[in-house]
């Protein structure tokens, strides 16, 4: 009820101000009022339409009301807001602001930087087309709308009483201006003006006339009657009212068949009623007393001319204006673009444009002199133009067809404004659905206008693709490449229509001067250098339509295929490979300059590195371009990604250069930059190898930024100067080692700890550099680790004393002297044994067992951490560069084998030196000095278990247990070296008889069960081997001295012993044995002197 009391109210309004409207016009405020074309009174003039505005400004100023420029001013202002005159500062909203929602709260987007093209620089593509959907139909219904959610209704003032359908074609035209489109000014047919100055008006006004002729050739043209104005109202309101969105009877329904299609022709056409009755009535008229002709055979503005009355028209203007169109209209068709030329000598030609110039100019005179002289020259200008008109072209025969209008530029645009009638008025980026009976009536044109299948094809192509340009429409662009299809090749026309088309061409006047286009190329060059424009930048205007894409580049290849063939092999060099190369390499340029314009922007509002981000965004650019883009090109260049990949690697290298050239050292800058450039690298190698095909040849294109061999040569720097600081703390570690525990549990010194922590921090450092690296910095890395334990190795063992200062020297060899005691001999000038200096004896003194023990549980602790730290080496290394296992596990078996050696070597040194240093240092006296002195039975070994056993606690109470055998071991064999050294080489204070061979063995025995301790000591089979040799010297000491003197002889003849011993051995047994027979002996033999007494 609301509703309704609404309309109510807003009617009364209307009609209150129609009222008000009649008052004014009608009075004497207002000095003159001219009516518009084809009203005589206020009756005929719809009140709605006329701006209060503009009447009351006339009043004001006391001028002459022309109702025709108040009623354009009305419908201008139509599409803004309202704004009250007496009231400055207020105005009315044409929104409803509370049901607008709240302010966008996001930024809004930036304003892409666009370079124009210089083939159409002016064409508006700076909006990015809208997505839309892949599976959208390719036939559109007028109940189809691209935008249905934005559908706007009608109001009120729109829907009233309308005195005829003139009134339905002013307010369709309105609707229509109103929507917001693209503008096209640049995408227009490469065909040269017309000289009269004819506009598109003229153009569907003559093509509507040229229909309603082919029309009436089928007797399908009648003057249709005046309808009831209610009924008219009740179709106007319906069409109205709906929304795009929904089916509409169309008013084919109210009138069917030829007559129907003709006037919804008519609607479409944006024809008023009146035109339109005018027409036929004048076509008609003009085929009275025509017997047998076709009124589509007629010189169409000839007859009109001379079958229309002034007397029609509602002014004088309106007379004169339609007048001067159908002049200019023959003398575009017959003088300016004839299709076939005049023969005279442009006699002819000049005949009738003087004879239009007279008609034109008769309009100045007098009525009855101007009426005489226009029927004079129409008679003339009949006999020049029918004969032009109706002289034969493309092989027909005189009279049945008029070739006024096929001289190709005027034919073809006034065949395109007949195509334009396809579209919904109401919803331009829809077909209506008439479109297949429409393009059947236009068939009938095809004679008048000389079209063949190959121009209907293409021209209707154009007008769907500049529709699609205008509304972003995709099922237009659809449909415009099915129409490109369809045009036949060459050899597919029959001769006549390819003799026809090859006749057809044109000159143009460019920015490249004069260009002769034939008509393929004047239709189908826009349509390619738009594609081009549009191509050359697609990441920017495909951004979210990638269907819409794949379809711009289809029309783009199929428009080139027919212009290729059209200009024969001249263009065949380029393929369409190398079409999408160069829409790749445009794009990326273009793509890529605004990414250094956005890299500039966040390169200031962060502290990253330019270069940095610009390779980031660069890798972001490449990666949507392979995965969005490439797909849809690759369709017509398999290798089109490694067109991108290559151009984009090119581009950011002109940029990575210059700072390649200059980086020295290892800086923040390069740590930043080095991996973003090579992570970018990394993906182009990646896609250019994944494209297959050529990838090999495509690689060695490249020119390699090279990151890994500069940034490997920094590296190398780096870690030569951290090694030469591992180094030094090396040093400094040994010089203030003190050589005690860390902690009872910890046995080792504090050195080998501090070392390893400056080795883990260089090698954090290392692995935080985050700039590729190769092998030969890793390996350089771990060979000077390895020779910083080596040198840590080394120092510890240069404190250690020879051996020679440890053990005495060997007593000069004496025999048996019974005669007096055991006396040294010297047979030459000789020194007696010595103990070392004072200073070497402090030294030695130093090392204490402690201390050694120390020192061998820190070497154990630095080799025991090397598998652990080269492990967690390799792993990191492995998740940095992601090489293979193999290449890993080859690797680490060299690692660290030289700091392995040596420490180990050192360890067995310092173990071999604590084993000496107790027996022949500090055992020495009891052990080496007095052992078996003077004789066995006095001195035996169980005197030396005891202080053994002290050395052998002190050193396990310090040792760590991995090297406890290693230590007692050396032990063992210092004191098995000990006990030889008693036997062999005691001097000529020891001498032994043969009986002494038991309790030898014995005392053997007990060392051996010593150092087995009852199984918590050595192995029992480690001690039997090493106390073999010594069982094998006391056992030779059991033998009688013949036996001894026998086997030396047989040894020294022939190098072989009966009793298993050398000659060394046998001899220093026999200088030591207690008895006459060896002493003369040794005297004959080896000329041994006696023992001194």
């Known amino acids: 009820m609301e509703e309704e009391n609404e309309v109510e109210l807003l009617q009364r309004y209307r009609r209150d101000r129609r009222i008000l ?87 809004p987007p930036a304003v892409p930087f666009v370079v124009p093209s210089p083939i159409m620089p002016d064409l508006t593509s700076s909006m990015p087309f809208d997505a ?72 569907r006004e003559t093509a509507y006339e040229i229909l309603l002729a082919a029309a009436g050739a089928s007797g399908g043209l009648i003057v249709p009657s005046k309808e009831k104005k209610k009924e008219k109202k009740s179709r106007l309101l319906k069409k109205l009212g709906r929304s795009k969105s929904e089916q509409v009877t169309n008013q084919s329904q109210q009138s069917t068949g030829l007559t129907g299609l003709l006037e919804t022709m008519r609607v479409q056409m ?205 099922a237009l662009l659809r449909l415009a490449i099915e129409q490109l299809n369809k045009v036949p090749l060459k ?97 990326i340029k273009n793509a890529f300059l605004r990414t250094l314009q956005d890299v500039e922007t966040m ?21 949507k371009d392979a995965t969005v883009f490439i797909p849809v090109l690759s369709q017509w260049h398999s290798q089109a990604v490694v067109v991108s990949a290559s151009l984009l690697h090119k581009l950011y290298g002109s940029k990575l250069k210059p700072f390649l050239n200059s980086v020295e050292q290892l800086t923040e800058d390069v740590v930043l930059v080095f ?89 954090d450092q290392f692995f935080a550099l985050k700039i590729p690296m190769r092998s030969g910095e890793m390996n350089s890395l771990f060979r000077g680790i390895d020779n910083a334990f080596q040198v840590y190795a080394k120092h510890v063992v240069d404190n250690l004393a020879s051996k020679e200062d440890i053990i005495p020297p060997v007593p000069i060899l004496t025999r048996y002297r019974r005669e007096s005691g055991i006396k040294a001999f010297v047979k030459k000038e000789l020194n007696d044994p010595r103990l070392p200096d004072m200073r070497k004896s402090r030294d030695i003194n130093v090392l204490t067992t402690s201390t050694l023990c120390v020192q061998l549980n820190t070497l154990y602790y630095g080799i025991s951490h090397l598998n652990k730290l080269e492990d967690s080496i390799w792993e990191r290394w492995t998740r940095k560069t992601k090489h293979g296992k193999s290449n890993i596990e080859n690797s680490k078996k060299e690692s660290f084998d030289g700091s392995r050696k040596d420490i180990n070597a050192a360890i067995d040194r310092i173990c071999e030196f604590t084993g000496t240093k107790i027996i022949f240092w500090d055992l020495r006296e009891p052990f080496i000095e007095n052992l078996y002195r003077p004789s066995v039975s006095e001195s035996r070994l169980e005197t030396l278990i005891e202080p053994l056993d002290v050395e052998l606690n002190q050193l396990c109470d310090v040792i760590v247990e991995p090297l406890r055998d290693r ?78 003197i026998d086997d030396l002889k047989s040894a020294s003849a022939s190098d072989r012993s009966k009793l298993g011993a050398d000659t060394k051995t046998l001899l220093r047994i026999l200088c030591h044995r207690c008895d006459s027979e060896a002493s003369q002996f040794l005297k004959k033999q080896y000329k041994i002197p006696k023992s001194g007494a």
């Open 132 to 203: 839309t959907e892949e599976d959208e139909p390719a036939t559109m219904l007028k109940s189809q709308s691209i935008n249905s959610g934005q559908d706007r209704n009608l109001t009120v003032d729109d829907i009233d009483d309308f005195e005829d359908e003139d009134d339905l074609e002013e307010l369709t035209s309105r609707r229509y201006s109103r929507r917001s489109l693209n503008d096209t000014a640049d995408l227009v047919v490469g065909l040269p003006s017309f000289a009269t100055g004819v506009n598109d008006d003229d153009l």
């Open 675 to 763: 991996p973003a450039a090579d992570s970018f690298e990394e993906y182009v190698m990646d896609l250019i190898t994944s494209s297959g095909g050529q990838s090999e040849a495509s690689l060695k294109k490249l020119s390699p930024y090279k990151i890994e061999t500069i940034s490997g040569t920094l590296v190398l720097r780096w870690v030569n100067s951290q090694l030469s600081r591992i180094l030094g703390w090396v040093e400094r570690a040994i010089q203030q080692e003190r050589w005690e525990p860390v902690s009872m549990q910890q046995r080792h010194g504090s050195s080998v700890v501090e070392v390893y922590r400056i080795v883990e921090e260089t090698i």
């Open 21 to 107: 409207l009649n008052y004014l016009l009608s009075g004497s405020l207002i000095k003159k009022v001219v009516m518009p074309p084809g009203a005589v009174s206020l009756d005929d003039v719809d009140l709605d339409q006329v701006s209060v505005d503009f009447v009351l400004n006339s009043v004001k100023k006391g001028e002459m009301l022309e109702l025709s420029e108040a009623i354009r001013d009305y419908h201008d202002s139509t599409g803004f807001p309202h704004m009250n005159a007496g009231s400055e500062g207020e105005f009315f909203l044409a929104t409803n602001p509370e049901s607008s929602g709240s302010p966008p709260r996001r930024t």
């Open 603 to 623: 390169s200031n509002a962060t502290d990253e590195h330019p270069l940095a981000l610009l390779g980031e965004e660069t890798k972001k650019l490449l990666k």
């Open 270 to 474: 944006e024809i008023s009623e009146v035109m339109d009755i005018r027409t036929r009535q004048g076509l008609l008229n003009a085929m009275a007393g025509k017997v047998g002709k076709r009124m589509d055979a007629l010189l169409v503005p000839l007859e009109l001319l001379s079958c229309v009355s002034r007397t029609e028209f509602s002014d004088k203007k309106a007379y004169i204006r339609w007048q001067k169109r159908q002049l200019n209209m023959l003398e575009e068709g017959l003088v300016n673009h004839p299709v076939v030329g005049f023969g005279e000598s442009g006699r002819k030609a000049s005949e009738m444009r003087v004879l239009l110039a007279r008609i034109e100019e008769s309009e100045s005179f007098a009525p009855s002199v101007g009426e005489l002289q226009r029927i004079e020259c129409l008679r003339s200008l009949r006999e020049i133009a029918v004969p032009l008109a109706e002289r034969p072209a493309r092989g027909d025969l005189t009279g049945e067809v008029c070739h006024w209008a096929d001289g190709y530029h005027l034919n073809v645009r006034l065949y395109e404004k007949l195509l334009l009638s396809v579209f919904d008025v109401l919803d331009e980026g829809k077909l209506t659905e008439e479109v297949e009976e429409i393009l059947e009536l236009l068939k009938s044109t095809w004679r008048i206008l000389g079209i063949t299948e190959t121009i209907h094809h293409t021209c209707y192509a154009w007008v769907l693709f500049r529709q699609f340009v205008m509304t972003r429409e995709h």
């Open 491 to 587: 050899e597919e026309r029959g001769p006549q229509e390819r003799m026809h088309l090859k006749s057809l061409y044109c000159k143009v006047e460019n920015e490249e001067g004069s260009q002769e286009l034939t008509f393929l190329q004047s239709f189908l060059t826009p349509i390619q250098k738009w594609a081009d424009k549009q191509l050359a930048d697609y990441h920017f205007h495909f951004s979210e339509a990638l269907a819409m894409m794949e379809n711009v580049v289809s029309i783009s290849m199929v428009a080139r295929r027919l212009l290729q063939e059209e200009t024969g092999s001249a263009m065949q060099t380029v393929t369409d490979g190398d079409k999408i190369e160069s829409y790749v390499s445009s794009s």
């Open 967 to 1044: 230590i007692v071991t050396s032990l063992l064999q210092a004191s098995l070296d000990g006990l030889v050294r008693v036997l062999l080489d005691g001097g000529p204070s020891r001498l032994f008889i043969p009986s002494d061979s038991k309790p030898l063995e014995e005392d053997l025995e007990v060392l051996k069960e010593f150092f087995i301790s009852g199984g918590d000591g050595l192995p029992r089979g480690v001690v039997e081997n090493q106390v073999a040799r010594v069982r094998q010297i006391i056992k030779l000491q059991g033998y009688e001295t013949r036996e001894l």
